[in-house]
């Protein structure tokens, strides 16, 4: 089976700081997904990568970045948490264009 | 603009009865639709998916149905059980689109025993 890991289930911290999650996929995916999760909004996408340091922006980038320097890790960036970033953050990876496979997620609190 | 809608934020059901989840779409460039299911504090997981090729796909208990003039599809379960209360989300993406989907706003399923 696919296993999309994120590195922290739970994070809080503070207004203004920079904030790095992590993901890994152990199944060789092309493509790496970051989605954040909101109440009533569904699943928005931020990022995704469809290779290594390839990176295209999503419907709401604004206030993030990514980098992935090897195939099988995508990291998300908030560069400066603000409090409307907290939010349940959920990376994903797949192969070609077949399903996404999801992590746990992460869930953020900035205060 | 949201591409992809689900205009019931909830649905409850008696254990053993029919669930049927709606979702619509305004792209007409989407040609893959998928159902995720999501329990709280989990990863959302794959359930079901159809190709614009077909209108009926089914897997066990879960059929989904796409209507495409009318840029329609729904999840219909049967029959509901109490471990099937969660979060369904649907799902549309382009061929063309390196697997990104686009998400509906989820429906809350309730099953009630």
């Known amino acids: 089976d696919v296993k999309v890991t994120q590195s922290s289930r739970y994070l809080v911290k503070r207004t203004g700081e920079k904030v790095f999650l992590e993901c890994v996929q152990d199944m060789d995916h092309e493509n790496m997904f970051w989605y954040r999760q909101d109440p009533g909004l569904g699943l928005r996408l931020i990022y995704f990568?469809?290779?290594?340091?390839?990176?295209e922006k999503g419907d709401i980038p604004e206030g993030y970045s990514v980098s992935r320097e090897k195939k099988e890790r995508f990291s998300l960036i908030l560069e400066s948490a603000s409090t409307n970033q907290t939010s349940m953050y959920l990376c994903?990876?797949?192969?070609?264009?077949?399903?996404?496979?999801f992590g746990s997620g992460t869930q953020l609190s900035v205060l | 603009d949201q591409q992809v809608k689900q205009n019931s934020p909830s649905l409850s059901v008696q254990e053993g009865r029919i669930s049927i989840l709606n979702c619509d779409y305004t792209n007409s460039m989407f040609d893959y639709f998928l159902w995720y299911k999501k329990y709280p504090a989990e990863g959302p997981t794959f359930l079901i998916s159809?190709?614009?090729?077909?209108d009926k796909n089914e897997d066990g208990r879960f059929t989904v149905f796409l209507n495409k003039s009318a840029k329609h599809l729904s999840l219909h379960i049967v029959p509901s059980q109490p471990g099937d209360s969660a979060v369904y989300f649907c799902?549309?993406?382009?061929?063309?689109?390196?697997?990104?989907?686009?998400f509906g706003q989820g429906t809350i399923l309730t099953v009630h025993p």
């Open positions: 990568s469809y290779d290594v340091k390839m990176k």
């Open positions: 994903a990876s797949s192969l070609n264009n077949e399903k996404l496979f």
């Open positions: 159809i190709s614009s090729i077909k």
């Open positions: 799902a549309a993406s382009e061929s063309t689109s390196y697997g990104k989907l686009t």
